[in-house]
């Protein structure tokens, strides 16, 4: 009884200091989370290097690294730079009278009274829906301009957490293969459960992360150069706006480019409104469905609708990293479950016979 209370102690112990330590750890998740991604990521490179100059763990993480800041990370912060000051300049204009989203709104209406009555037919107030549609506009910017803001302002807890994560990324790269057998052994799930789950982790985050992320980049790139050339306002701010929106499965970039091309077409520049137009269904809109395929694979994309759920509830949760998270989290819960289904749901049973006891058969011990 005793060795038993010795046990049990030990384990509620065990599970209060590893609570601590996550709570301890929670201020830096985000340098933290990029930085597993990163190895994750890079994970390819690195053996690719260990074939080139051989077994030098600290020589490939350094190299690896480099190559990460150097395609990733330097350009990163020269995008995100440059979109404070859009962003900024974006709201000093709105508040200035430069820029008012009611008088585009009402330009559209104008040229394009059709609107108005159809939505009439299914009693939705047209004015009260312009009134909506410019406030969510100025709201928006607003937000962009503070987010802005916010970052300029902890410029030094900004370049704290890249530092932080540059550094963790390091060690991840040299010892990451070590760090994950250690967790195997450690945690009570059973092996064969564990490598399936981590798979699976390493799986969605390089699929979200160099997949996802990347086709949206190109997406938001693609949509930016076709708005720099229409001589459309603040080309890059509405270039990143469509990179981040086309994360977001059955919503994407259409949801900037179609608005800016029926206002081109409302103001008489029906030229430019076919261009973009053109652009936005062949090159931006079909980018997702030729790309996706070569960056991710079809066998580890998510249905979109879980996906879309997902991430829209992990950016509520998590913030910015919720458009990883979120898929994570998902795939995840999906792979305990089909575990479980696999495993428990399904059990063989031996036959019976006169004077014996059904008993399962446990094919999962570890």
């Known amino acids: 009884m005793y060795e038993d209370l010795e046990r049990r102690s030990f384990l509620a112990m065990l599970v209060l200091v590893s609570l601590a330590f996550i709570f301890l750890m929670m201020p830096f998740f985000g340098p933290i989370f990029w930085a597993v991604a990163i190895a994750l990521i890079f994970h390819p490179v690195q053996h690719w290097l260990k074939r080139k100059i051989g077994d030098r763990p600290n020589s490939i993480a350094l190299l690896t690294l480099l190559l990460c800041m150097i395609i990733v990370i330097i350009p990163v912060i020269v995008l995100v730079s440059s979109l404070i000051a859009e962003g900024i300049g974006l709201y000093q204009q709105i508040q200035d009278g430069q820029i008012r989203p009611g008088d585009y709104i009402d330009q559209v209406n104008s040229s394009f009274p059709a609107i108005e009555a159809f939505l009439a037919q299914f009693n939705i107030d047209f004015a009260a829906l312009r009134d909506r549609a410019a406030s969510a506009f100025v709201g928006g910017s607003q937000f962009m301009a503070k987010q802005a803001l916010g970052v300029g302002q902890n410029t030094f807890q900004f370049f704290l957490g890249l530092g932080l994560m540059i550094y963790l990324a390091f060690f991840l790269l040299r ?32 699929a979200t992360v160099k997949g996802n992320l990347l086709i949206a980049i190109i997406q938001g790139a693609l949509g930016g150069f076709i708005f720099w050339v ?137």
């Open 175 to 206: 010892d990451g293969t070590k760090l994950v057998e250690l967790l195997i052994r450690a945690l009570p799930l059973g092996d064969e459960r564990e490598r399936l789950l981590f798979a699976k982790f390493a799986e969605v985050t390089r």
């Open 230 to 366: 229409l001589d459309i306002k603040g080309a890059l701010l509405w270039g990143v706006v469509m990179a981040i929106v086309s994360l977001l499965p059955a919503i994407g970039a259409a949801i900037v480019w179609v608005p800016a091309a029926i206002y081109l077409a409302a103001v008489g520049d029906v030229v430019s409104a076919l261009v973009l137009t053109a652009f936005g269904v062949v090159v931006i809109g079909l980018a997702d469905n030729v790309l996706r395929p070569i960056f991710v694979g079809r066998d580890t994309k998510l249905p979109d609708y879980i996906v879309l759920l997902s991430t829209l509830g992990g950016i509520v949760m998590f913030g910015i990293n919720g458009f990883v998270m979120g898929p994570l989290v998902a795939a995840l819960f999906m792979a305990f479950w089909g575990i479980f289904i696999r495993e428990f749901s399904q059990t063989d049973v031996t036959p019976v016979t006169p004077g014996t006891i059904e008993q399962p058969k446990d094919n999962n011990e570890t």
